[in-house]
């Protein structure tokens, strides 16, 4: 389970108030690193600074004792109690001491040259040690820390508050600059949710001016576009099957209702059970078809792809179409060549319902031919046959289930007004698609498959 708010303004204002924590954090830290090496520089450059004062004096007394017989010469170089002054002799006695803490007279190498270092981080000492015909002299001069330490961690004690205040007021500014931001995403929301199954024709229109709404507005009316055309095919498809089932459900009813009037005779109920067969084949090849177009429109649905030779496969399907064609005083011309990955089973109903659908719609002693070609990609195969051209009208909807351009010439062994559908839904299967031409010159399907 996520620790985030669920709410996005929330998450944004928790966010920033985290970028901004860090920020100020780096900056406290920075500018605290910086006075402490400052007031710690400034700390030894005035040790140093003693130290040669103290030199100074010597050089101006006669001897260690003038000196001390004058003390207020270098006391007033310390000014208050945070410092520490030492002159020791050969021996590491004091000769002169400085000590208001009484700290122990720290033992540390004789340097030449001026040394600094800390005495158990109670004080920082800076030393020297120098020749002097009387004998050798060690000068230390020293500072606690204590005040350094208060004063860094009262700086600290602020940095902290600042940084506490300063993320609350990150968190609140935050908070307040994404509700206002988020403003126009409530709006797309409530735009969205006036959007119902009565109104799929508005749009989402009010976020145009934000490139990041604007992009997701897109897709949603693009989304909303698809929805309105499923619901209409939809509507107009439940339309479709309640009439294509009514015809010859009233056909059924009728037929048996006039039989039941009065006593038939043996081949008046024969006739009737062959014309009730017709109606029933009939409806079973519309369910059968719709199951197979229910099926192949599910996304789980794969297809077994084999090496195919088209030249045999239409040719057995010209076999199979022989009978029909000289019915209808047509004949086959077989132009496929070449080989196609597909699915067998698939591949020849997609082929027998154009072919049916050619013959049925051609025009008596002219032929349907089936042709292939490799165009890049693709490879594309063509049913044509002369007829009457279909009005540009009636193209864009030919595969659209149930649709007929003439709904008057349906036939008994015709497929319900599926077979075009269940070729694009074939198609689909195979990552391909399915188009249409037609013109005075004749109607042409053609079935593009990717190589």
């Known amino acids: 389970m996520s620790l985030m708010p669920r709410s ?10 985290v970028v901004s924590t860090a ?15 400052e007031i710690a520089w400034r700390d030894d450059q005035a040790l ?6 103290m030199r100074a004096l010597l050089d101006d007394s006669d001897s260690i004792e003038a000196l001390r017989e004058r003390p207020q010469l270098y006391a007033n170089m310390l000014g208050n109690r945070d410092n520490l002054l030492w002159v020791l002799g050969e021996g590491g006695q004091p000769l ?21 270092d800390d005495l158990d981080d109670k004080a920082r000492l800076a030393w020297v040690h120098i020749e002097r015909a009387e004998g050798g002299l060690t000068l230390i001069a020293g500072k606690l820390l204590a005040e350094r330490e208060q004063m860094l961690a009262a700086y600290r004690l602020k940095l902290w508050l600042a ?3 300063g993320a609350l007021l990150a968190f609140l500014l935050g908070w307040l600059v994404s509700e206002r931001g988020l403003r126009p995403v409530r709006q797309l929301t409530r735009r969205a949710l006036a959007i119902d199954v009565q109104h799929l024709h508005l749009r989402i229109d009010d976020c145009a001016e934000l490139s990041e709404l604007r992009a997701l507005s897109d897709a949603l009316n693009e989304m909303l576009a698809r929805l309105e055309a499923g619901f209409t095919q939809l509507s107009r498809f439940s339309e479709d099957l309640a ?13 048996t209702q006039q039989a039941l009037r009065r006593v038939r005779s043996l081949e008046d109920y024969q006739s009737l059970l062959a014309s009730n067969q017709e109606e029933y084949e009939r409806l079973a090849r519309m369910i059968n078809n719709m199951l197979f177009l229910a099926r192949t429109e599910q996304a789980n649905e794969q297809v077994g ?20 064609a000289e019915e209808h005083g047509m004949r086959l011309h077989n132009e496929a060549t070449g080989k196609l ?29 089936v042709a292939s070609q490799c165009t890049g990609d693709r490879i594309v195969i063509s049913v044509a046959n002369k007829g009457p051209a279909i009005p540009p009208e009636h193209l864009p909807r030919l595969f659209d289930r149930f649709y007929r351009c003439d709904p008057s010439r349906a036939e008994p062994g015709d497929s319900g007004g599926l077979g075009l559908a269940i070729v694009r839904s074939i198609m689909q299967l195979h990552g391909g698609e399915v188009r249409v031409t037609s013109d005075a010159s004749g109607t042409s399907f053609s079935l593009s498959f990717p190589r």
């Not at 996005?8 to 108030?17: D, I, V």
């Not at 920020?23 to 090496?37: K, P, T």
């Open 8 to 17: 996005l303004s929330l998450r944004l204002a928790l966010m920033f108030a």
């Open 23 to 37: 920020l100020l954090g780096a900056i406290g830290f920075y500018l605290y690193q910086s006075l402490e090496r």
């Open 48 to 53: 140093l600074g003693r130290l040669e004062r």
């Open 96 to 116: 002169i001491e400085i000590n208001p803490v009484q700290l122990a007279i720290p033992q540390l190498p004789l340097e030449a040259q001026p040394q600094l």
């Open 163 to 165: 940084l506490v205040v």
């Open 243 to 255: 009439h294509e089932m009514r015809t010859p459900l009233s056909n059924l009813m009728g037929q």
């Open 305 to 324: 792809p084999e090496e195919i030779d088209l030249a045999e496969a239409v040719e057995q399907l010209g076999d199979y179409f022989e009978g029909i």
């Open 341 to 369: 990955r597909a699915d067998p089973e698939l591949l020849r109903r997609a082929l027998a319902n154009l072919i049916a659908n050619a013959l049925r719609y051609g025009e008596a002693g002219t032929a349907v031919t």
